[in-house]
Structure formats: structure tokens, C-alpha cells
């Protein structure tokens, strides 16, 4: 049964050179995880893979990954028939109770299928919308630092921007984007977003990486690209051609 839609915004990056101390050991250096902003979006529609959706900003979680920092921002679809009266983390438990406990579950124990341990959270309480629009504003200044080359490209990212740079101007409504569902498996904003279920299994994200690729085919620099990040991100090697 899904628990809620998996994806992104879009112009938004989680820079790697902006660390802070972990508030476990007071030692350790937590830094970006050098992906976009994920969301999870938690309307009672199954939203189609790579569609763009309208969405009202609820909070988010802070999910430690692998010693990473992963935002988990919370939404729900603008046009979804409880959008007029959940506005917040407090209205979403008032009108789904339980909803944000299977957040936090999912999100310590979704990479347990893949054979690793346990992830850890900043706070197991989620933060407010205040907190996800100053996150989602920071990230989008770095998106367009990284993409302006303002700062180095460290990583080598395939950047193709057209049209304008600025800033984006969010608000308690934005547009998110669908990512590439994990294996283990997005505010008003554009979301492209897949459902999640909560028994998703082992490899059915490199297979769903792998089938992005190929629909990349008119553009052979972001294909491969987008082959490298599937490989980089499930530890697997596979020809474009394979259907598994």
C-alpha cells in the first residue's frame, strides 16, 4: 500500500562544502549530500512518474545519511481534497493521524533492505514550514551559485541551464519535481513524483535509473551522465540495453 509520493525540486542543491557538527557526538562534520531537495508528498493520489504537481509546504525532516545531510521536505498536492485543511506538520497530524510516525519509520529503516544499518535523524521531531522554506532557499542559492559557476564545480556535475538563473521566490506553495525512485522504495511547486510503497524492494531503483537513461538518447553528454549517477548511486554496472 503506498504511504505517500517520492520527488524533487528541481534548482535546488544540497552543497557538500556546508557542514555543521553533529549534535550526537559534537565532533563529527555533517555536510550536504550533493543531490537536489527531496520531498514527500502525502495526498491521497498516486502521482505518475515525472509528473509535475503543485504543492503546499508542510515542514520537514532532517534525515542523516550515511553521515550526509538529507532534507526530507513534507508536502501535500496543492489540488489534493485535504489541501484545504492541512496547512502545517500539526493540521497533517490532526487530519492523518499517525502519517508523520510512518515518515520517521521509513525514513530510519528504507536502506535495512539494501543490507545496511539503521539511519539516524537530526531531531525525530520534524520541523516547521518556516525551517523547509529557509532550506529550500538556501539550497536554490547554491543551485544557482553551482550552476552560475560562482563556485567550483568540484564534482565535475553536468550542468545545462537555459533561460534564467535568478533565485527562485518560494513560497508556502512551489513546484517539485519527480526524482528516480531509491531501491528501497515529492509545495503550490511543480512536483514530478512517483509512489512509494511502504515494501518497496532491493533493485528496482537501478533498473528505474537505468530506464531514465535511456530515454536520454537525443543528448549522448547527459546520457552517460545520467548512466554514471545510476551507477555511483546503486554500486552496480549495467549495459543500457539490459532489461533487468
Not at 526524482?179 to 524492494?201: D, F, K, R, T, Y
Request: charged letters at 20%; aromatic letters at 6%.
Amino acid at each position: 500500500t503506498p504511504i505517500f509520493n517520492y520527488g524533487l525540486f528541481p534548482q535546488t542543491w544540497e552543497d557538500p562544502s556546508i557542514c555543521y557538527t553533529s549534535p550526537q557526538d559534537g565532533i563529527t562534520q555533517i555536510c550536504g549530500d550533493d543531490d537536489p531537495l527531496d520531498v514527500i508528498e502525502i495526498g491521497s493520489t498516486k502521482l505518475s512518474m515525472l509528473s509535475i504537481t503543485p504543492v503546499k509546504i508542510l515542514g520537514l525532516f532532517e534525515l542523516i545519511d550515511e553521515g550526509e545531510t538529507d532534507y526530507k521536505i513534507i508536502v501535500i498536492n496543492a489540488n489534493d481534497e485535504d489541501a484545504n485543511k492541512i496547512h502545517d506538520m500539526e493540521t497533517l497530524e490532526q487530519s492523518k493521524p499517525g502519517m508523520i510516525s510512518l515518515i520517521r519509520k521509513w525514513l530510519i529503516e528504507y536502506k535495512t533492505s539494501e543490507g545496511k544499518g539503521l539511519n539516524t535523524l537530526a531531531s525525530n521531531i520534524p520541523s516547521d514550514k518556516d525551517k523547509a522554506l529557509t532550506v529550500m532557499k538556501e539550497c536554490n542559492e547554491r543551485w544557482n551559485l553551482l550552476v552560475t559557476n560562482a563556485i567550483p564545480n568540484s564534482k565535475s556535475h553536468y550542468i545545462h541551464v537555459k533561460g534564467n538563473t535568478d533565485v527562485t521566490n518560494f513560497d508556502t506553495s512551489t513546484t517539485m519535481q519527480q526524482q528516480i525512485p531509491s531501491s528501497s522504495s515529492s509545495s503550490s511547486s511543480s512536483l514530478s513524483s512517483s509512489s512509494v510503497s511502504s515494501n518497496n524492494g532491493g533493485s528496482g531503483g537501478f533498473s528505474s535509473c537505468m530506464s531514465l537513461c535511456k530515454s536520454l538518447s537525443s543528448d549522448a553528454m547527459m546520457q552517460q551522465k545520467c548512466v554514471d549517477s545510476c551507477v555511483t548511486k546503486y554500486g552496480r554496472r549495467r549495459n543500457l540495453r539490459s532489461d533487468n
